[in-house]
């Protein structure tokens, strides 16, 4: 392919040897134009990857002057490796662990009693948190916020017993032979990062740059005095902020340019990704590409449905294989037969330690907050998935997920789908419009409230995943809605649980 002038200008400007920051829409050859710039140049490069599979695709395209890893990847060559007795320990339950910690006790909060289970997790948990942070120290900051306990006085009691603990797992990482606390990947990144770490290197490549955690963004800009900085990404596609992630782009100190020619779909896909783009006041729009024939309608055989949630996708599995279907899920099925396993022991009168239900008794407990609470509404949907189906059917619908390459549909949620694409793809029905406002038109009907800025990004990111046809499916609302048509918009807001995705890319060591 020949260059484009916005990738000539890329090119251009990296050879002034300025920092830069690349926005790249979708399907606009990102990773091409990376290269692009280190094969037009003699100097060594360091491409920093997202995750290992997106490392290892790098080196096949990559001249040999540019070395392609992720930051966990350097942390272990640096660090890591003096850890690796402690990585190959076996697995032990967090409770065990919070015993060897000093946690033997329960605790009441509020009207919540915390078993020495649950205050095990959550000293676990601060110390996963703290490992994404640049932060120096583990504070009451790191510690998660409980179902249950949502009020912040409540949270600071709990932070005050949690944090101690939480300290002192810390100090038993940085022991490399042996120790309490099991030892994975995030926390020699972490170790290193304190270090300060100088990376040798003429220039430093970053991509996916919106969804950088504050650990990688310190290393990446701690490397600014003596390298060149390059980042590339797609402000619009932010969806990880709940997980600690962040865009370093719209605010980084250096060139900024765009790529908005999109290769991946045709002018009316473009059109509706400009749609979300504006609504989530993203610093591009895209272009499609003319010769490519991208269609919008009903699609009776997608090749992809993607939902909102864990819980959306668990139904359209259940739907799709009930009409015969042989059906994947990106991902797998761990997080949703977790799910299942715990409402499980719900209803049958057991506590929990699914992270999330931890702190319910009962099941008829889960269903009163899920109901009445406004902090627990984004549970509704997985109450009535199980109320409705039942756990059996719901795992024994787990256990019968193919593998994509032998599926004839692939479920995803939106977040695990982003960097995916499929010729057709379907919107399931589980991305709902904003709740009414308290606004009436001349008519005394309500209006929409706004849509969410983090709403947009993850419906941009849905509707650019296809190259031959999209059904809007469940997004079709904002065809009537104001915000549709260049209307304001509401601040970003954490997608809940059955938005969020436990795993993280795969690491490499």
Known sequence: MNPTDEQTAAADAFHTGDHLALQAGAGTGKTTTLELLART????????????????????????????????????????????QRLN??????WQTGQALGITKAIRIGERDLSQKTLSNAALRTVARFCHTADPAITRHHVPHLRGLEDCNLHAELAAHIVPFARKAW??????????????????????A??????????????EAQDTNPVVEQIFLNQRDHAQLVMVGDSAQAIYHWRGAKDIMTGFDGTQLALSQSFRFGPRLADEANRWLTIADAPIRLTG???????LGPLTRPDAVLCRTNVGAMAQVMDLL???YRVALVGGGDSLRALALAAHDLKEGRRTTHPELILFPSWGELQDYATHDPAGRDLQPLVDLVDTHGTDAILAAVAQLAPENQAEVTVSTAHKAKGREWARVKIADDFTPPPDSDQQDDTGRALPGPIDGGEARLAYVAVTRTRRGLDLGGLS???RHPDGRGGPHAPTRDPGLLGAEPSEPAHEA
């Not at 997106?54 to 640096?78: E, M, N």
């Open 477 to 479: 609302w904002i065809h």
């Open 89 to 94: 320990a076996p697995r032990r339950p967090a």
């Open 289 to 295: 590409t003319e010769t490519v024939p991208t269609e």
């Open 194 to 207: 304190l270090t300060n770490p100088k990376i040798d290197t003429d220039f430093l490549l970053l991509d």
């Open 41 to 84: 140049t003699k100097r060594r490069g360091r491409y920093l990857a997202y995750n290992r599979a997106i490392a290892q695709d790098a080196r096949s395209r990559f001249p040999s002057t540019v070395t392609c890893k992720t930051a966990h990847a350097l942390a272990y060559a640096a660090t890591g490796h003096r850890y690796t």
């Open 322 to 324: 009930d009409t015969g």
């Open 171 to 192: 100090a038993d990482l940085q022991h490399p032979d042996d120790g309490a606390v099991r030892f994975d990947h995030d926390h020699y990144l972490k170790i290193w």
